[in-house]
């Protein structure tokens, strides 16, 4: 078995883990009062060990903080790189597929319809997200391939024409959409 592994990937990775944990440190010694913030080799010498007192309460009250962000964008760059594979296009998101368009319909339809206030509109956001996930791919119906991953076209949920030609429409449209052209579509 034998491994190929790009340099220029590799070396990109690292420089952005560097710069990350660069823009981490001078995070953790920024203050929001009036009083004097840690330098970035004060910091460091924090949190190898070397200040107590003041100082490493201060790293200490931060650091969760600092770290949740950084895995907060960490995950939100996988998310699009997960949308991107599945879509293949590099300018790839939730909207594409119709994510967006079901979490909004489902969070409407909770505060308005079903009257759960904001609360409610979470859920409701989550169910109609869920169910975009769901209706997107299955409504291929029997005998057409997927779209997803297997086809040229994506399936795509949009908002659908509510002008008074159109007459009453459900507020989603399904079409279709190469990915080459699917961030562009609308």
Do not use: K
Not at 75 to 84: N, R, T, V
Not at 121 to 148: E, H
Request: glycine letters at 14%; aromatic letters at 4%.
């Amino acid at each position: 078995m034998s491994v190929r592994v790009d340099i220029v990937s590799v070396g990109i990775t690292v420089a952005l883990l560097v710069i990350t944990a660069m823009v981490g440190v001078v995070a953790l010694g920024a203050s929001t009062t009036d009083t004097p913030g840690l330098g970035f080799v004060e910091v460091i010498r924090v949190l190898t060990g070397q200040i107590g007192g003041t100082p490493a309460n201060h790293v200490a009250t931060w650091l969760p903080v600092v770290v949740t962000a950084a895995l907060g964008g960490a995950s939100l760059a996988l998310s699009g790189a997960i949308f991107q594979t599945i879509t293949r296009n590099p300018l790839g998101s939730p909207d594409i597929i119709g994510f967006t368009t079901g979490a909004n319909t489902g969070a409407l339809v909770a505060m308005l319809v079903l009257g759960l206030g904001s609360g409610g509109a979470t859920l409701g956001a989550l169910v109609g997200c869920l169910l975009t996930a769901l209706v997107a791919p299955a409504r291929d119906g029997p005998g057409r391939p997927s779209t997803l991953g297997r086809h040229p076209e994506i399936p795509v949920v949009r908002p659908g024409p509510n002008h008074p030609s159109a007459g009453e429409r459900h507020p989603l449209e399904f079409t279709r959409s190469h990915p080459r052209y699917a961030s562009i579509s609308f």
